[in-house]
């Protein structure tokens, strides 16, 4: 279906997916608040216009209908952008949607820095700890269209509430068809020996080429796709920790609340390793070119090189100190 | 269904007297005349459905829940106690018979409009009754809601406006004014309809024409009272949420029981 190498967004993907799933079953239901061609639902509209639900600019609606949707027996997907999704219509996802378990999935585009240019109220930065902190949410981005697909086939399977992040630009293709993804499951891409890059979504393109970068300069570095940052694969975290010592985490989120803090929290209570973390720092961004404010933000492959040389740093200087310590026992 | 629903919240010594009292009438009319329930089959799949959207008036759908046997009665002296299936708002998953968790106001009517748009889909005849509050109108979404409903021609949903005219913080004309609330409605393409909310011919010829009415949604204005039934409730904004003492539940109860004689 997708070729690795190509580059496809994953909304495009979100949209075919979409559009084979409402073959497949009668149950799912599509709501939208008048963003059917950015989120490409529009194909799954024109095949089935009974079942699919254009609200208008009324997120709050959107989200709430689509609960109610769900009480009747549903599969109801909710289509528009992250900052829309998970802001606007946020009081809509904790009390109507995960506090009953409703089966709503929530597949909020534009995820991140990627609406570039159209700046900071179009730019979902936040959204990812804000969704994470409601109970019995699933949250997942997959990194590129083949994941997406089955991201939102195992969500529609899933019972309850998912939130899927999905981004506007082409990504490269990274897997073949039949990759082994699960959600709850992260991807070993490659394993490391001095350090381990866990990336999120459309940054597990940049982690990799950040590893190749380090393999040049003679360090071996591990990555991993993190695509479900809820529930997290700790198995995962707590490996790379051991085999590794370092670890970088690559998200294009602020650094609080979403990848960053989520396999903070594994390491601290499991395997507390020198971790850094890409990622806005406190701020918001503002309008220009995708790459252009991922060089000017930290978050571009140069960053992610550089934060993996400062958490090898840290774990090597931890280490000397370790063996330079004197033993207490030495005056006795 | 008074005495029930003041005996809750006196037990449970918070929650919100006056919107249940108001909302009593027109709940009763609901649960005993007018949906198509089955209370021991609560998730069956062509009842007509119930939304609370001024949630904390649940003590009047607890007590009409508990009256039809969707639980068992004792559970009503539960209310608002630590591991109760009566929360303070409603919430579906742990009540039998309480079709939507609200609370948080503003929510209901989109609900509802989720759930009128199912049924057109599955070709099922329910029907969905969405009872909202007068203060709850000031919240946006409800209009979103509303236009909503019209785009799709909801004539299976049935908005009810308990207009008691009374918030927290005093009358809804000094909060926010709402009148002319019928224009209002029927600007955004609605069958309004206006009756008495305490009035029981009122009421079910009101829901009889409603459920006639095709091609587009109706809106039940009810004209009500805030703390209906008990004199000195009445009309009071601070029986918006506080609960009788024990004195001021044998007084309101001694009230209605002579006005049911």
Known sequence: ?332 | MRCELLKMIHHARSGHPGGSLSAADIVTALYWHVMRLRPEEPNWPDRDRFILSKGHCCPALYAALGMKGYFDRKHLLTLREIGSILQGHPDSRKTPGVDATTGSLGNGLSLGVGMALMGKLDRKDYRVYVMLGCGELDEGMVWEAAMCANKYKLDNLCAIVDYNRLQIDGTADEVMPLDPLDKKWESFGWNVLRMDGHDMSQILGAFAKAGATQGTSTVIIADTVKGKGVSFMQNVCDWHGKAPTDEELAMAIGELEKETL
């Open chain 1, 1 to 332: 279906m997708y070729r690795k190498g190509d580059m496809v967004s994953t909304r495009d993907a979100y949209g075919a997916a979409l559009l084979e799933l409402g073959r497949r079953r009668k149950e799912i239901v599509v709501f939208e608040a008048d963003l059917s061609k950015p989120m490409r639902t529009d194909k799954f509209a024109r095949e089935f216009p009974e079942r699919f639900f254009n609200v208008g600019v009324a997120e709050q609606n959107e989200m709430a209908a689509a609960a109610g949707a769900a009480t009747c027996g549903k599969i109801a997907f909710v289509s528009t952008y992250a900052v829309f999704a998970s802001m606007r219509a946020c009081e809509q996802i904790r009390t109507f949607v995960a506090y009953p378990r409703l089966n709503v999935k929530i597949c909020a585009s534009h995820g991140g820095l990627t609406p570039a240019s159209d700046g900071v109220t179009h730019q979902a930065t936040e959204d990812l700890g804000i969704v994470r902190t409601i109970p019995y949410m699933t949250v997942v981005m997959p990194a590129d269209a083949v994941t997406t697909r089955l991201a939102v086939h195992q969500a529609a399977e899933l019972s309850g509430p998912v939130y899927v992040r999905l981004t506007r630009d082409a990504v490269p293709v990274l897997y073949e068809d039949g990759a082994d993804f699960r959600i709850g499951k992260a991807i070993v891409l490659q394993k490391g020996k001095d350090v381990t890059l866990i990336g999120l979504g459309d940054m597990v393109c940049k982690a990799l080429r950040a590893a190749e970068e380090l393999a040049r300069e003679g360090i071996c570095a591990g990555v991993i796709d993190m695509h479900t940052i809820k529930p997290i694969d700790q198995e995962a975290i707590l490996e790379a920790a051991r085999d590794t010592g370092a670890l970088v985490t690559v998200e294009d989120h602020q650094i609080c609340g979403g990848l960053g803090s989520a396999v903070a929290e594994v390491l601290v209570e499991g395997a507390p390793v020198p971790m850094e973390r890409i990622g806005l720092r406190n701020l918001f961004a503002e309008s220009g070119g995708y790459e252009e404010l991922l060089a000017k933000y930290h978050m571009d492959v140069p960053a992610i090189v550089a934060a993996a040389k400062r958490a090898i740093e840290r774990r090597n200087r931890l280490e000397q100190q370790v063996r330079n310590s004197p033993c207490p026992n030495a005056s006795r």
